[in-house]
C-alpha cells in the first residue's frame, strides 16, 4: 500500500489550494480516505473524511471552506481549501480509513 500526497506550497491569506493523495496497492474505489493535519509543534489533527459511497465529513470548524472529493478512476482523494489563513500552515496527511496507512504529507504554508 502506498499514498502519495502532492500540490501542497507557499499561498498568500486568502487563497486556495487544492492537495491530491493518490493510492495505490488496494482497492482504492472500496476505500474510506481521509486528511489530517499537523501544525508545527502540535498534534495531527483530523480534517475530514469521504467514504466509499462519497458521503463526506468534515471537522465543523473546516467545513465551510475545505471540501473533500475522489476519483475512482485516478485512484486519488482531493483536498480542496479555500480563504486561506497562517492558521492553516501545517503538513496535510491522507490516510486509508481509520487505521490504515498514512501518506508521506505535504506542507501548506500560507504566509504573504
Known amino acids: 500500500v502506498q499514498l502519495v500526497e502532492s500540490g501542497g506550497g507557499l499561498v498568500q491569506p486568502g487563497g486556495s489550494l487544492t492537495l491530491a493523495c493518490r493510492g495505490s496497492g488496494f482497492t482504492f474505489s472500496s476505500e474510506e480516505m481521509r486528511w489530517y493535519r499537523q501544525a508545527p509543534g502540535k498534534g495531527r489533527d483530523f480534517i475530514g473524511y469521504i467514504t466509499q459511497f462519497d458521503e463526506t465529513r468534515y471537522l465543523e470548524r473546516l467545513k465551510d471552506r475545505f471540501t473533500i472529493t475522489r476519483d475512482n478512476a485516478r485512484n486519488t482523494v482531493y483536498l480542496q481549501m479555500n480563504n486561506l489563513t497562517p492558521d492553516d500552515t501545517a503538513v496535510y496527511y491522507c490516510?486509508?480509513?481509520?487505521?490504515?496507512?498514512w501518506g508521506q504529507g505535504t506542507q501548506v504554508t500560507v504566509s504573504s
Open positions: 490516510r486509508r480509513g481509520v487505521w490504515g496507512e
